[in-house]
């Protein structure tokens, strides 16, 4: 059985470190069952980690997936009025 990676972090620092930062039992409980601490959380943790000399995984964070970017890009509008309200020419004529 795998190890979550929010578990080996809990077990690996000192005890106590996590409530040094401000988790409560019930966060730890949390990110212990579901694996992953909440994004928010890893620059603290991140830093203690270091300080501790603890493997950090990003896994072990619920940050939000990103799509491709390419997959994500829309073109641009198309614009069938090529008028520029902010030409001299155009304000003329309004």
Same mark, same amino acid.
């Given at each position: 059985?795998?190890?979550?990676?929010?578990?080996? @972090? *809990?077990? #690996?620092?000192? !005890?106590?470190?996590?409530?040094?930062? $401000?988790?409560?039992?019930?966060? @730890?409980?949390? !990110?212990?069952?579901? $694996?992953?601490?909440?994004?928010?959380?890893?620059?603290? *943790?991140?830093? =203690? +980690?270091?300080? =501790?000399? %603890?493997? +950090?995984?990003? $896994?072990?964070? #619920?940050?939000?997936? %990103?799509?491709?970017? #390419?997959?994500? =890009?829309?073109?641009?509008?198309?614009?069938? &009025?090529?008028? &520029?309200?902010?030409?001299?020419?155009?304000?003329?004529?309004?």
């Amino acid at each position: 059985m795998t190890i979550k990676p929010a578990a080996q @972090i *809990i077990d #690996n620092l000192p !005890a106590g470190e996590l409530e040094r930062l $401000g988790m409560t039992d019930r966060l @730890i409980r949390h !990110a212990r069952s579901t $694996g992953r601490f909440a994004a928010a959380w890893y620059l603290a *943790i991140s830093q =203690a +980690c270091a300080a =501790a000399r %603890v493997d +950090c995984p990003l $896994g072990a964070f #619920n940050f939000k997936e %990103v799509e491709d970017a #390419n997959k994500q =890009a829309d073109p641009a509008p198309s614009s069938t &009025n090529t008028e &520029n309200p902010h030409d001299p020419a155009f304000l003329k004529r309004a």
